[in-house]
C-alpha cells in the first residue's frame, strides 16, 4: 500500500494485493473509544494493534521492535491511563533506539498549553485535543507518516551534509562560541535559498552543541525543521505560540529567540551554568538577527525574480494583443477602401438601367466620388496610427531582447 500525502489530506491506494499496510499502535483504555478508532483506521487500510494500558503497552511494543518487520510506524497514545501517564510512555518510546525515529500523536481530553507543553517535551509529533473530528486526525496521521518518512530519509542525508558544511568550519572547531557565531554569519553571505540558511543555522547550533529547531517565516512561505527534518505540528505550534511573547522566550526545558521572521527553539540551553547559559543567549541572539537579515534579502531577490517574470509574461501578452488589433486594423482598412471601390464602379453601372437624366447621373456622380474621396483622406489619416502601432511592437521587440 502506498500513501500519497498532501498539505491537509491522506488516502491510501492499494498498488499492490502483497504490499504490507501500514502499521499503527494505538493505546486507549476505554473500550468504546478504542473500538471506534481501529474501525475508522482499518476502514483507511491501516494495519492496527491496540492496547488498554501502559505496560501492556510497552510490552507489546517491545516484542514489535525487537521482530524489525513488525515495528509500528506510528503510535496514537491517550495520556490518562489507569496504570501510568501517556507522558512517560512516550518518553519510554523514545528512549529506545529502534523505536525512536516513530512518531507519536497525543489524544486527549487535556488541552492546555502546560499539557501540550509536557506532550512535546516528551517528544511527540502532535496532540490531538479529543473530542477529535475523523478527518483531521486522518490529516495529522497523514502529517505524521509524511515527516517520519522525511526524517528516516534525513537521518540518511544528515551525514553528508554534516560533512559538507563541516569544511566551512573545520578552522573554527576549536574557537569560540562568538567566532561560530561569525562563520556563520559569514557564511551567510553566499547561501542561495532559504534550505541552505536553515541548514548553515542547524549546523551552527550543532557546533554550539545546542539540540534546536529553525522556524523561517518568509515570502514563500513557513518552514520549520530541526536536524533530522521537519517538525511535527506539535512543535511548530507551541514555536508559533512562544514566538508571539517575546524575543526570548523560557518555557519548560525549552528557550525560543525570535526576532523578524526568524524563530529558533532551542531544547537543552545550559541553565545550570549561569555564565554560559547568558553567553549563548547573547550568541544566538545575534544569530538570530543575522539570519533575520540573509532571509530579508533572500526574499527581496525572490520577489524581484518573481516580479521580473511577472512583467516579461505581462509584455508578451500585451505584444500578442497589439498584434491581433493591428492586423484587425489593417484588414478593415483594406476591406473599406476595397467596398468605397466596389460602391463606386456599381453605381456607375447601374446609371444605364436607372433611367436618370445626365443631371442626375452628374449629381449622383459627385456624392459617390465626394464621399470615396473622404474615405480615402480618412484612410490617410490612419497611417499615423499604424506608425504609432509599429512603434510600440518594435519597442516592446526591444525591452524583450534586453531581458
Not at 288 to 298: C, D, F, I, K, S
Amino acid at each position: 500500500m502506498t500513501i500519497f500525502f498532501e498539505e491537509d489530506s491522506v488516502a491510501a491506494v492499494a498498488v499492490a494485493h502483497s504490499a504490507p499496510a501500514i502499521r499503527i499502535f494505538m493505546v486507549e483504555d476505554q473500550p468504546p473509544l478504542r473500538f471506534n478508532l481501529k474501525q475508522l483506521l482499518e476502514l483507511e487500510g491501516f494495519a492496527v494493534e491496540e492496547a488498554a494500558d501502559g505496560m501492556s503497552a510497552l510490552s507489546r511494543l517491545d516484542v514489535l521492535a525487537s521482530q524489525g518487520h513488525t515495528c509500528p510506524q506510528l503510535v496514537l497514545l491517550d495520556v490518562g491511563l489507569p496504570d501510568m501517564e501517556g507522558y512517560d510512555i512516550c518518553r519510554e518510546i523514545k528512549a529506545d533506539a529502534r523505536l525512536a525515529h516513530v512518531p507519536v500523536i497525543f489524544l486527549s481530553g487535556r488541552v492546555e498549553l502546560e499539557d501540550k507543553m509536557a506532550g512535546y517535551e516528551a517528544g511527540a509529533e502532535d496532540y490531538i485535543a479529543k473530542p477529535y473530528v475523523n478527518a483531521e486526525l486522518l490529516s495529522k496521521i497523514g502529517v505524521a507518516l509524511r515527516n517520519g518518512e522525511a526524517r528516516q530519509t534525513g537521518q540518511q542525508l544528515q551525514g553528508q551534509v554534516a560533512n559538507a558544511m563541516q569544511a566551512a568550519f573545520t578552522a573554527m572547531t576549536s574557537a569560540s562560541e562568538i567566532g561560530i557565531v561569525l562563520q556563520f554569519l559569514k557564511s551567510t553571505f553566499v547561501l542561495p535559498d532559504n534550505g541552505a540558511l536553515q541548514q548553515c543555522m542547524l549546523q551552527a547550533l550543532q557546533d554550539l552543541g545546542l539540540d534546536a529547531s529553525v522556524q523561517l517565516r518568509s515570502a514563500r512561505g513557513v518552514s520549520t525543521v530541526n536536524g533530522e527534518g521537519p517538525c511535527g505540528q506539535l512543535e511548530i505550534g507551541l514555536i508559533d505560540t512562544l514566538a508571539r511573547r517575546g524575543p526570548i522566550v523560557d518555557a519548560g526545558r525549552v528557550t525560543v529567540f525570535s526576532y523578524g521572521q526568524v524563530s529558533l527553539a532551542v531544547k537543552n540551553m545550559p541553565r545550570e551554568d549561569e555564565e554560559r547559559n547568558g553567553r549563548l543567549r547573547d550568541n544566538l541572539a545575534f544569530l538570530v538577527e543575522g539570519a533575520t537579515a540573509r532571509l530579508a534579502a533572500l526574499d527581496a531577490a525572490w520577489q524581484q525574480q518573481h516580479q521580473a517574470a511577472t512583467l516579461a509574461q505581462l509584455v508578451s501578452r500585451t505584444r500578442a494583443t497589439l498584434q491581433v488589433i493591428d492586423n484587425r486594423f489593417r484588414q478593415q482598412q483594406w476591406s473599406s477602401n476595397d467596398i468605397m471601390l466596389r460602391l463606386r464602379e456599381d453605381i456607375e453601372r447601374a446609371f444605364v438601367s436607372l433611367g436618370l437624366t445626365e443631371g442626375q447621373e452628374r449629381l449622383l456622380a459627385g456624392l459617390v466620388a465626394r464621399a470615396t474621396q473622404e474615405a480615402t483622406e480618412l484612410y490617410d489619416q490612419s497611417a499615423d496610427v499604424d506608425s504609432s502601432m509599429k512603434a510600440l511592437l518594435q519597442a516592446l521587440d526591444a525591452g524583450r531582447a534586453a531581458s
